[in-house]
């Protein structure tokens, strides 16, 4: 058992029958002498619902402290086909399957991805407001106890089996500070706070660098919506973002239009307007619904596990380079976390050490994800960085073979081997490409700079 030790919990805990869920009228003060490990998880997005899930299902006592559970994250919405069986998710959640991806270089040159895709094969499109409530019902069914409110701090035990006492700000109101102030002990946290994550600052995980993400919701006329039918658009070039790429993704009745910079972020609104300009002809005429913007992390924290606080998600930085994408991470490090909280305390049996945290889920996570990361931090680095890194990267998009690996690697979140010849083919194009699009991209700067000086 967790408890040879015995525990105070504040007055103004919440505290709850697990049977009925009702709150028990006269907690003060309550002392618990012999219980099981508690679990608290901060912040109910994907990475936040999943480890609570993983939790419960483990029979790990659980609660989900969300400041906002009606809220929507802002979000592209596009997942891996392999989450929708990996994590369950009905095919009701989804608002398009999404069977061409089309680049766009800076002189308009584009590739269509897709023509590599078998019959079934799709990206799926979806909003994130409608994942999220299904993750954290779903969590709840599961028996964990949801309470709405704003984590503000912790207090840290002051023994190795001593609690930590989470305090937070009993409202459903986003960010209000009027609510009720509330304590909740716990053993274990997993803190599943998006990029911002106050919970990083609790236990001082360290910074880090990352992007802003600005995106328009524009809802289109049926006519121009069933151009985007099944169809998603990235942009890339100095004109829509110095180091990332703008989008157009479909959703159910509009179009997400963004874009994001890491090294500008003051001028994320000309990249937004560089964006607008570049799909003008396909998005003119549309009704603007939504303006969201959110930091994207870049790189995860420099500590992610310390003492019994684990970070997952946006929170504890996994966001790849190069495509921006977290959801999928998000719920997989929830999930990993939860499920190892579950092995090491025995379905809550015993107190589990920080060690236990790094070795089941850390490590393991490092393992699994660590050189994928890597990879498209490479890949972004070469491609994103010039307008001539940018038209060779449409160039090879063009090419089969690298829609394929591409694709493969997107869908099913593997790093895919391919065949030797294909791969020596392929970096010879890489390096062909490159070359010749780096040698007129200086021809036609060259060309530029003198028809300037001759006005
Ligand atoms: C504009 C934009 C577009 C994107 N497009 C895509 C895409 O198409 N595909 C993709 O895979 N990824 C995309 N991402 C990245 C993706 O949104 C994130 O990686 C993902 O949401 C991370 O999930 P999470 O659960 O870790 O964090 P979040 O989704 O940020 O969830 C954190 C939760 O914690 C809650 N919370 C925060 N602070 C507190 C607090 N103090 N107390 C209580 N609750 C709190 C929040 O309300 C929220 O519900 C995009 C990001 C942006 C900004």
Same mark, same amino acid.
């Given at each position: 058992?967790?408890?040879?030790?015995?525990?105070?919990?504040?007055?103004?805990?919440?505290?709850?029958?697990?049977?009925?869920?009702? /709150?028990?009228?006269?907690?003060?003060?309550?002392?618990?002498?012999?219980?099981?490990?508690?679990?608290?998880?901060?912040?109910?997005?994907?990475?936040?619902?999943?480890?609570?899930?993983?939790?419960?299902?483990?029979?790990?006592?659980?609660?989900?402290?969300? +400041?906002?559970?009606?809220?929507?994250?802002?979000?592209?919405?596009?997942?891996?086909?392999?989450?929708?069986?990996?994590?369950?998710? /009905?095919?009701?959640?989804?608002?398009?399957?999404?069977?061409?991806?089309?680049?766009?270089?800076?002189?308009?040159?584009?590739?269509?991805?897709?023509?590599? $895709?078998?019959?079934?094969?799709?990206?799926?499109?979806?909003?994130?407001?409608?994942? #999220?409530?299904?993750?954290?019902?779903?969590?709840?069914?599961?028996?964990?106890?949801? $309470?709405?409110?704003?984590?503000?701090?912790?207090?840290?035990?002051?023994?190795?089996?001593?609690?930590?006492?989470?305090?937070?700000?009993?409202?459903?109101? /986003?960010?209000?500070?009027?609510?009720?102030?509330?304590?909740?002990?716990?053993?274990?946290?997993?803190?599943?706070?998006?990029?911002?994550?106050?919970?990083?600052?609790?236990?001082?995980?360290?910074?880090?660098?990352?992007?802003?993400?600005?995106?328009?919701?524009?809802?289109? /006329?049926?006519?121009?919506?069933?151009?985007?039918?099944?169809?998603?658009?990235?942009?890339?070039?100095?004109?829509?973002?110095?180091?990332?790429?703008?989008?157009?993704?479909?959703?159910? #009745?509009?179009?997400?239009?963004?874009?994001?910079?890491?090294?500008?972020?003051?001028?994320?609104?000309?990249?937004?307007?560089?964006?607008?300009?570049?799909?003008?002809?396909?998005?003119?005429?549309?009704?603007?619904?939504?303006?969201?913007?959110?930091?994207?992390?870049?790189?995860?924290?420099?500590?992610?596990?310390?003492?019994?606080?684990? $970070?997952?998600?946006?929170?504890?930085?996994?966001?790849?380079?190069?495509?921006?994408?977290?959801?999928?991470?998000?719920?997989?490090?929830?999930?990993?976390?939860?499920?190892?909280?579950?092995?090491?305390?025995?379905?809550?049996?015993?107190?589990?050490?920080?060690?236990?945290?790094?070795?089941?889920? $850390?490590?393991?996570?490092?393992?699994?994800?660590?050189?994928?990361?890597?990879?498209?931090?490479?890949?972004?680095?070469?491609?994103?960085?010039?307008?001539?890194?940018?038209?060779?990267?449409?160039?090879?998009?063009?090419?089969?073979?690298?829609?394929?690996?591409?694709?493969?690697?997107?869908?099913?979140?593997?790093?895919?081997?391919?065949?030797?010849?294909?791969?020596? +083919?392929?970096?010879?194009?890489?390096?062909?490409?490159?070359?010749?699009?780096?040698?007129?991209?200086?021809?036609?700067?060259?060309?530029?700079?003198?028809?300037?000086?001759?006005?």
């Amino acid at each position: 058992m967790a408890a040879a030790t015995t525990h105070l919990l504040s007055p103004s805990a919440p505290l709850r029958s697990p049977s009925t869920k009702k /709150p028990i009228r006269k907690p003060i003060p309550l002392i618990i002498t012999a219980r099981k490990l508690r679990a608290a998880v901060i912040g109910g997005g994907p990475a936040g619902a999943s480890a609570a899930e993983a939790l419960a299902l483990g029979g790990i006592e659980t609660y989900m402290i969300e +400041r906002s559970p009606s809220g929507a994250k802002p979000c592209g919405g596009a997942i891996p086909l392999c989450m929708l069986d990996e994590f369950s998710l /009905p095919e009701s959640l989804i608002d398009r399957r999404v069977t061409r991806m089309r680049i766009i270089s800076p002189s308009n040159l584009s590739a269509d991805f897709g023509t590599a $895709l078998l019959p079934g094969q799709h990206i799926p499109m979806l909003r994130r407001e409608v994942l #999220d409530s299904f993750l954290r019902s779903r969590a709840e069914s599961h028996g964990v106890h949801l $309470l709405p409110g704003l984590f503000t701090s912790l207090t840290p035990p002051s023994s190795p089996h001593d609690p930590y006492l989470i305090h937070y700000i009993a409202s459903s109101d /986003p960010n209000s500070l009027l609510g009720k102030p509330q304590t909740l002990a716990a053993d274990v946290i997993i803190g599943a706070d998006g990029a911002n994550s106050r919970v990083a600052k609790s236990i001082d995980a360290g910074s880090y660098s990352y992007a802003i993400a600005f995106q328009e919701r524009i809802r289109l /006329p049926d006519a121009q919506m069933q151009h985007y039918a099944d169809l998603a658009e990235m942009y890339i070039g100095e004109d829509v973002s110095p180091d990332f790429y703008a989008w157009v993704f479909p959703k159910c #009745d509009h179009v997400a239009v963004g874009t994001g910079t890491v090294s500008s972020k003051q001028q994320i609104k000309k990249y937004q307007m560089g964006i607008r300009r570049r799909a003008k002809p396909k998005i003119e005429g549309g009704e603007v619904i939504k303006v969201e913007a959110h930091p994207i992390p870049e790189h995860p924290r420099p500590r992610r596990v310390v003492g019994r606080v684990a $970070l997952v998600g946006d929170a504890a930085g996994y966001v790849t380079k190069c495509s921006g994408e977290g959801i999928y991470f998000a719920a997989k490090s929830g999930r990993m976390c939860g499920e190892a909280v579950v092995r090491a305390s025995e379905g809550g049996e015993r107190m589990v050490s920080e060690e236990e945290l790094k070795a089941g889920y $850390l490590r393991r996570w490092d393992r699994e994800y660590g050189v994928m990361f890597r990879f498209l931090d490479v890949l972004q680095r070469v491609f994103y960085g010039s307008n001539w890194g940018r038209e060779a990267l449409v160039e090879l998009c063009g090419d089969e073979y690298v829609q394929k690996r591409t694709f493969e690697s997107y869908l099913y979140k593997r790093m895919v081997m391919g065949d030797w010849m294909g791969d020596l +083919r392929l970096g010879w194009r890489t390096f062909e490409s490159l070359g010749r699009n780096m040698i007129v991209g200086r021809e036609l700067q060259r060309l530029k700079n003198v028809l300037a000086s001759l006005e």
